[in-house]
């Protein structure tokens, strides 16, 4: 995936005919889709449909830029009436990254926040309107040189990875990425598992040199104590039981009116275990079972929960009454007032833990039968983007080949690791994208060792 955004060398906007010599100004000539041209029965004899017979493509920056300059790309076509234009990003192979498909916007804005240092070639395509099918009936090219690309920082780790059974832990060694089973995560299991799938797998605790047979959401910051979902129903709520079990001792007792939570652990804090006894509703039980809503109208199975902010995404309702989740929020925990920060188009959108800095990391794409996220981007969005297109850091981008998120994201070694179905993925770069570091596919359980 890496290459795809690695991309080549090149100087200000141009068209790569192949037949000009010296470098051309923008605007950009036309030049002639190499793919066949549809036949006469798949194009309608009207003015609306005819083909486009030549193009042009201008930049709001020239070449060079720096990596995190935002460019706006602009085409217009000629010979056709209402044209559909569509963007896509090129590697030095001529391999293309489609960042915004077959419409009638005749602009892209481009951010370079991650793009590696080098050549990055964007090329634009147009065709007539109500064409169908892939083949553009004119393309125009862009590049541009990147400056100021940085390298990887993380250069070694012992990192704790599990499955969702016993026995499964052990460690990512990097570099590498070779994985060692480890025997003594051997921990029987306790309780239920997470009733929603997207918190599995065990955790370690680095304080006491263990393995804790819950997922590492469950487990407090301090590795003083965790929580699991017990087997049986004590209260007239006919749900689950919350018990929590105190570190080192092991001392394992109910966790007052936790069943309130309903078996949808989110999280252990100081201040509370949180959970999502609904689809639009986030609680929070302290340690003497006072109980109170934190949050409506949210999708709290994939919260984030900080000292001081929720990240979640806002449930909508479409015209066909289908609840969709487009819109990341960010939600203050005292006042419960939302403030619209990510969406991206009609793609699911979702965090999936913060960086660094408390800025959310957020996957977009859509959802498994299971639940899960499958991304096909995953962004880290320091400020609010209200805008058409997202403002931030897009640190993976490949709509042919999207990540499911396997449990939330972790800060550790000044890096973000994301394990994924497709194996275990760092972000180091502050200039760069994410990288696959091995190809061992499960659920983080811990920090660097």
């Not at 060692?180 to 929603?196: H, M, W």
Request: aromatic content about 8%; proline content about 8%.
């Amino acid at each position: 995936m890496a290459a795809h955004h690695r991309l080549a060398a090149g100087l200000a906007t141009l068209l790569l005919a192949g037949a000009c010599s010296a470098q051309p100004q923008t605007p950009v000539a036309a030049k002639h889709s190499p793919f066949p041209a549809p036949s006469a029965q798949a194009t309608t004899a009207t003015t609306i449909n005819q083909r486009c017979d030549a193009i042009t493509v201008s930049s709001s920056k020239p070449s060079p830029i720096s990596a995190g300059d935002t460019v706006t790309i602009t085409a217009q076509a000629g010979g056709c009436q209402l044209p559909d234009y569509r963007f896509v990003l090129l590697n030095a192979t001529g391999t293309g990254i489609v960042m915004q498909d077959w419409g009638t916007t005749a602009s892209w804005t481009w951010s370079s926040y991650g793009t590696q240092a080098g050549i990055v070639t964007v090329r634009a395509d147009a065709r007539g309107s109500g064409a169908s099918g892939d083949v553009p009936d004119v393309s125009a090219y862009a590049q541009f040189q990147v400056l100021g690309g940085g390298t990887a920082t993380v250069q070694t780790c012992r990192l704790p990875v599990s499955g969702a059974l016993p026995g499964s832990g052990g460690f990512v060694q990097l570099p590498g990425g070779a994985f060692t089973a480890d025997p003594s995560s051997n921990v029987p299991f306790e309780g239920q598992a997470d009733p929603s799938g997207l918190r599995r797998g065990y955790s370690y605790d680095p304080v006491h040199g263990r393995w804790l047979p819950v997922p590492r959401d469950w487990v407090m910051p301090d590795f003083s104590s965790y929580v699991y979902v017990g087997t049986e129903y004590p209260h007239a709520s006919n749900m689950p039981a919350l018990h929590v079990v105190k570190l080192p001792s092991g001392t394992d007792t109910l966790w007052p009116r936790g069943d309130q939570l309903y078996g949808y652990v989110i999280a252990l804090r100081p201040e509370g275990a949180y959970g999502a006894p609904g689809p639009e509703i986030i609680t929070m039980v302290d340690p003497t079972g006072a109980f109170a809503p934190v949050d409506q109208g949210h999708d709290g199975l994939f919260a984030v929960i900080t000292p001081t902010v929720l990240w979640a995404s806002k449930w909508t309702t479409t015209r066909g009454g289908t609840y969709t989740v487009v819109e990341v929020q960010r939600i203050d925990p005292k006042t419960q007032q939302s403030t619209d920060w990510f969406h991206f188009g009609t793609l699911t959108a979702v965090p999936i833990g913060v960086d660094g800095f408390g800025s959310p990391i957020i996957a977009t794409g859509t959802q498994t039968p299971k639940g899960q996220i499958s991304a096909t981007q995953v962004w880290i969005v320091p400020q609010a983007s209200t805008g058409v297109v997202p403002q931030g850091k897009l640190i993976y981008s490949d709509p042919n080949h999207p990540l499911v998120i396997q449990g939330s994201a972790l800060v550790s070694a000044g890096a973000i690791w994301i394990e994924t179905d497709r194996g275990l993925w760092v972000d180091d770069n502050p200039a760069g994208l994410m990288r696959l570091v091995s190809s061992y596919s499960g659920y983080i359980a811990g920090g660097c060792l």
